[in-house]
């Protein structure tokens, strides 16, 4: 039996509290700090890379491991890896609450379904890239784990609770000592690709256009989108934040009881399956937001208890200290013979998926290939977030269909990327046929993705 006054009751309220002072103290210096705040890094990348450091001093002057201590429980950074794998999966399910609005004709449909095989295609390049260059690393260096470069598309693509879950598939499953702290590093250089590849980006259109870097946008918010008038009332026998809570909780309560229950019959896939948490998340929030609309239109559920806006408020929390736990939770230490291979992972990561976004929005998207550009290179080597945060500098009210393109083609991005996912688990045991595979796949991709070019000018050649 705990007492109130032990360290281990107060270890993870003390763990949480420094995350959100962090993000509080990161947030203070990028209004302050000229140079932080045209840097564009997010606040949340910040709070993390400030406690990661303040970490390796105090462990320099003590001796003594920060987050082993008994002020964090004695377990720091088992908080910090849970905190990381729940909020990447909290975090979807609130997005996923919000309607969606908006008409859609063919061409809005069929570029949202492009922008979904480019976020796909995107991944399988990173992979491909990735699993090469660490497959030679394995030829160079003995007992070095060649499948290590397949978490680059889950560090860059999807951000770091992805790269936590596929490094602790390899950590546990496949003996990748290491493998959590080397998917959180790689996603902490995702977050710095995004900045630099951003910056980069917008300082060479900055000539064509009137552009401010690292201004903040004021959003215009209503009393209708906090308050509409078919929505339960903000203070009402219960609070309307705390029913948006409620609901994402109960979605993650089902999502475990359908894991716990496919764990049971699948035993030999229980990593796989828990690793999953995000999508099943998704898809049982989808089906709780379809019930709850046919009751709607029954009429059986008078008012919304769903509000988009505090919803939107949740979903960026739970991102936030994703993010902020995320990079916190790397131990510099495990990878003291890694980080040449991931500096070059980093490095190429950046490089390969600036200029194939950029050829995809120049072909694809021509008439708003720049805000295209920025939306999905900052989101396919950070996060949703990090995309919007580039997208802002140029389409600050979100006029072009950029912003609209990010959120709907999660859809087609999960029904053409869950194959990736099931084959990055087969990396480990055959690395050569798994890159055989996204090299195949790959292609496949992009020849739909290209379908329009490709097969009319089939079309063209086959008249003359």
Same mark, same amino acid.
């Given at each position: 039996?705990? #007492?109130?006054?032990?360290?281990?009751?107060?270890?993870?309220?003390?763990?949480?509290?420094?995350?959100?002072?962090?993000?509080?103290?990161?947030?203070?210096?990028?209004?302050?700090?000229?140079?932080?705040?045209?840097?564009?890094?997010?606040?949340?990348?910040?709070?993390?890379?400030?406690?990661?450091?303040?970490?390796?001093?105090?462990?320099?002057?003590?001796?003594?491991?920060?987050?082993?201590?008994?002020?964090?429980?004695?377990?720091?950074?088992?908080?910090?890896?849970?905190?990381?794998?729940?909020?990447?999966?909290?975090?979807?399910?609130?997005?996923?609450?919000?309607?969606?609005?908006?008409?859609? #004709?063919?061409?809005?449909?069929?570029? $949202?379904?492009?922008?979904?095989?480019?976020? &796909?295609?995107?991944?399988?390049?990173?992979? $491909?890239?990735?699993?090469?260059?660490?497959?030679?690393?394995?030829?160079?260096?003995?007992?070095?784990?060649?499948?290590?470069?397949?978490?680059?598309?889950?560090?860059?693509?999807?951000?770091?609770?992805?790269?936590?879950?596929?490094?602790?598939?390899?950590?546990?499953?496949?003996?990748?000592?290491?493998?959590?702290?080397?998917?959180?590093?790689?996603?902490?250089?995702?977050?710095?690709?995004?900045?630099?590849?951003?910056?980069?980006?917008?300082?060479?259109?900055?000539?064509?256009?009137?552009? +401010?870097?690292?201004?903040?946008? %004021?959003?215009?918010?209503? =009393?209708?989108?906090?308050?509409?008038? +078919?929505?339960?009332?903000?203070?009402?026998?219960?609070?309307?934040?705390?029913?948006? &809570?409620?609901? *994402?909780?109960?979605?993650?309560?089902?999502?475990?009881?359908?894991?716990?229950?496919?764990?049971?019959?699948?035993?030999?896939?229980?990593?796989?399956?828990?690793?999953? +948490?995000?999508?099943?998340?998704?898809?049982?929030?989808?089906?709780?937001?379809?019930?709850?609309? $046919?009751?709607?239109?029954? #009429?059986?559920?008078?008012?919304?208890?769903?509000?988009?806006?505090?919803?939107?408020?949740?979903?960026?929390?739970?991102?936030?200290?994703?993010?902020?736990?995320?990079?916190?939770?790397?131990?510099?230490?495990?990878?003291?013979?890694?980080?040449?291979?991931?500096?070059?992972?980093?490095?190429?990561?950046?490089?390969?998926?600036? *200029?194939?976004?950029?050829? &995809?929005? %120049? *072909?694809?998207?021509?008439?708003?290939?720049?805000?295209?550009?920025?939306?999905?290179?900052?989101?396919?080597?950070?996060?949703?977030?990090?995309?919007?945060?580039?997208?802002?500098?140029?389409?600050?009210?979100?006029?072009?269909?950029?912003?609209?393109?990010?959120?709907?083609? #999660?859809?087609?991005?999960?029904?053409?990327?869950?194959?990736?996912?099931?084959?990055?688990?087969?990396?480990? =045991?055959?690395?050569?046929?798994?890159?055989?595979?996204?090299?195949?796949?790959?292609?496949?991709?992009?020849?739909?993705?290209?379908?329009?070019?490709?097969?009319?000018?089939?079309?063209?050649?086959?008249?003359?």
């Amino acid at each position: 039996m705990s #007492n109130f006054w032990d360290s281990d009751v107060w270890g993870f309220i003390n763990l949480v509290a420094i995350l959100l002072l962090s993000l509080i103290v990161a947030n203070i210096l990028k209004k302050t700090i000229k140079f932080l705040k045209k840097s564009l890094i997010p606040t949340s990348v910040l709070g993390g890379a400030m406690l990661l450091i303040f970490a390796g001093i105090y462990d320099l002057i003590t001796k003594d491991v920060m987050f082993e201590t008994q002020f964090f429980g004695g377990k720091g950074y088992v908080y910090l890896e849970t905190i990381t794998y729940h909020a990447l999966a909290l975090g979807f399910i609130a997005s996923t609450f919000k309607a969606s609005k908006g008409k859609m #004709n063919k061409k809005r449909t069929t570029e $949202i379904f492009n922008t979904g095989v480019t976020t &796909v295609s995107t991944y399988l390049l990173q992979g $491909i890239v990735g699993m090469v260059i660490t497959i030679i690393a394995a030829l160079i260096i003995s007992g070095f784990f060649p499948a290590a470069g397949i978490i680059l598309p889950f560090g860059y693509g999807q951000g770091t609770g992805q790269a936590l879950n596929y490094g602790n598939i390899f950590e546990t499953e496949n003996g990748f000592i290491g493998g959590k702290t080397f998917g959180l590093t790689v996603a902490a250089f995702g977050f710095l690709s995004a900045s630099i590849g951003g910056v980069i980006y917008l300082n060479i259109i900055k000539k064509k256009r009137k552009i +401010n870097l690292g201004e903040d946008e %004021k959003e215009n918010i209503t =009393v209708e989108d906090v308050q509409p008038a +078919n929505e339960i009332p903000m203070q009402g026998s219960m609070d309307k934040m705390t029913m948006q &809570v409620a609901f *994402v909780l109960v979605a993650y309560m089902l999502t475990y009881l359908f894991m716990f229950l496919l764990g049971k019959l699948l035993p030999g896939m229980k990593a796989v399956i828990y690793g999953f +948490n995000f999508l099943i998340g998704v898809l049982t929030a989808t089906l709780m937001k379809l019930v709850f609309n $046919i009751f709607r239109k029954k #009429n059986i559920v008078k008012k919304g208890y769903i509000n988009d806006f505090l919803m939107t408020r949740v979903s960026n929390f739970f991102f936030d200290v994703m993010v902020v736990a995320g990079i916190a939770a790397i131990r510099l230490g495990l990878l003291q013979d890694y980080w040449g291979i991931i500096i070059i992972l980093g490095v190429v990561g950046l490089i390969i998926t600036y *200029v194939y976004e950029y050829l &995809v929005a %120049k *072909v694809l998207f021509p008439e708003y290939k720049d805000e295209q550009f920025l939306m999905m290179y900052g989101m396919l080597t950070g996060t949703a977030s990090t995309g919007t945060i580039l997208l802002r500098e140029l389409d600050g009210d979100f006029k072009t269909p950029a912003a609209d393109n990010m959120v709907y083609q #999660n859809f087609p991005a999960i029904v053409f990327g869950f194959p990736l996912m099931l084959i990055a688990t087969m990396a480990p =045991v055959k690395p050569i046929l798994t890159l055989i595979i996204l090299a195949v796949f790959f292609i496949v991709m992009n020849v739909i993705l290209f379908r329009s070019f490709i097969f009319r000018r089939k079309g063209r050649s086959r008249k003359k």
